[in-house]
């Protein structure tokens, strides 16, 4: 489904196809289509800030979403630590990737599969991903305890908030 969105893209970058199409161009059924775009949104892969310069028109009657393209917002820069997380069925989250911090782990310690269990003792499990985030977030330099859980066994770990994307001149 991800590649039929990205064959539907037009010059702009703007996202045309409909339901059906992503079904037909995925080689998959329409219920599976709208299953995979409803699992991104849950996963958090397309969230609100997704759409901020985006003008969205829904056409239920053919199932279809138009995006017109209305503004230029510049994200802010991201402080946060450095883990990249999925969310579980079961509402837990693992860690799925540390990006690197000037050429290091930004969190040496964290490893793929690890279980996220509390941040700053805040359990995790059933958390949503935008309160997460708002634990991991901070300014940079500040810490922040994080509870992992590796082959059955909890440790925590000391990890700083970092700054991964820089302010761009003329945002806020």
Known sequence: ????LNDHADEQGKLWPSY?????????????????????EFLGLIGGNALLNYRVGIDYAHSTVYFDERGSYIAPGIDVVGL???PELDGRYT????????????????KAGDVLVAIDK?????????????LL???????RVLTLE?????????AT????LPVSAGSH
């Open 84 to 86: 990249t997380l999925r």
């Open 122 to 134: 805040v359990p995790a499990k059933g958390s949503t991903m935008g309160q997460l985030w708002s």
């Open 20 to 40: 059906k199409t992503l079904a037909r161009e995925s080689g998959t059924s329409l219920s599976t289509a709208i299953r995979a775009i409803k699992d991104l």
């Open 137 to 143: 977030g901070g300014d940079p330099g500040e810490t």
């Open 161 to 164: 908030v970092r700054r991964f």
């Open 95 to 110: 860690v799925i990737g540390v990006p690197d911090y000037e050429g290091k782990p930004a969190v040496p310690e964290a």
């Open 1 to 4: 489904v991800l590649r039929a």
């Open 150 to 158: 590796r082959d059955g066994k909890q440790f925590t770990v000391n």
